[in-house]
């Protein structure tokens, strides 16, 4: 099979590798798509040797591994992959990928596969963000509002009952508005007004004065967080695979709550474009990578 792999330090390239064989409770996808996201920059600039891109893959189940019950050859999924889990040999920019079966969802009736391949990081970074503030409790800011995990984070909170205010380019507005915000602002608040903050641009300090003294601040990058001050709680988070919850999130996705959003498709022997279009930055929805 044909995978993306680090071959040198900042170098992707398209390879040829064993096609690998499930295991007991896996799976293995054939490929339809794999998103672009800026975990794959980090791995790239990493200077990590042997490792695969990809963190988002949607196929088609083409093989089941003993012990699996639930999904059978033809079912078209979606899952989050870790190239860094002990399972991994490469990342979701393969031909096949082997996942365990408790990662992957069913992808619903409606649902273009390579937009399914958008969501599973971004969706479950945001969701799982999200719980960690616990119950709605008033107002949140969600910095980076339009980008990839800011995106499904306004959706998801708005839903959940938080009163959004999101922060992005006034030409971001209408997605926004459909997600749900309260309002839109292209600067950051000078004024404590704000329960919460999910601070997906990682605004880092500056993100903590629109907080309330006693407030709550979530991180994307852990370890990027800023130090507490007045009593405000500072929490990041690791995104962690979640057949179950991602099947939710796919849910929403065909009912319209949440939007996928890709930027374009092109195939593997293209991906370094990709990959460097997404370091320019400005995005808005996600690169796909076919096979």
Excluded: C
Excluded at 191 to 196: K, L, S, T, W
């Amino acid at each position: 099979m044909r995978a993306i792999m680090l071959t040198g330090p900042g170098r992707p390239e398209v390879v040829d590798l064993p096609d690998p064989r499930p295991a007991e409770g896996q799976v293995r996808i054939r490929t339809a798509g794999s998103a672009v996201n800026a975990a794959d920059l980090h791995i790239l600039d990493s200077g990590t040797v042997g490792i695969g891109l990809g963190l988002d893959v949607a196929g088609v189940v083409d093989e089941v591994g003993p012990g699996v019950s639930g999904l059978v050859a033809g079912t078209p999924v979606a899952a989050l992959h870790l190239p860094h889990a002990p399972h991994a040999t490469t990342g979701a920019a393969a031909e096949y990928l082997v996942v365990p079966a408790s990662d992957v969802a069913p992808v619903p009736a409606g649902v273009d596969l390579l937009d399914a391949a958008t969501v599973p990081l971004n969706s479950l970074t945001a969701a799982q963000l999200l719980a960690l503030l616990g119950a709605p409790a008033g107002r949140l800011l969600v910095t980076g509002a339009a980008g990839g995990v800011g995106g499904y984070a306004v959706a998801l909170a708005a839903r959940a009952g938080w009163a959004v205010t999101a922060l992005a380019r006034a030409t971001d507005t209408g997605f926004l508005t459909r997600a749900g915000v309260e309002r839109v602002v292209t600067n950051l608040p000078g004024h404590p007004d704000f329960d919460a903050v999910l601070d997906a641009a990682l605004l880092g300090e500056a993100a903590l004065k629109p907080v309330r003294d006693n407030g709550s601040y979530l991180g994307v990058f852990p370890g990027r967080e800023p130090a507490a001050e007045r009593g405000i709680r500072i929490a990041a988070g690791v995104v962690a695979p979640d057949g179950v919850a991602l099947a939710q999130l796919l849910a929403l996705t065909a009912d319209g709550t949440l939007e996928p959003r890709r930027a374009a498709t092109v195939n593997f022997e293209k991906a370094a474009s990709a990959y460097e279009a997404f370091r320019g930055g400005g995005q808005r929805g996600r690169w796909v990578l076919t096979p």
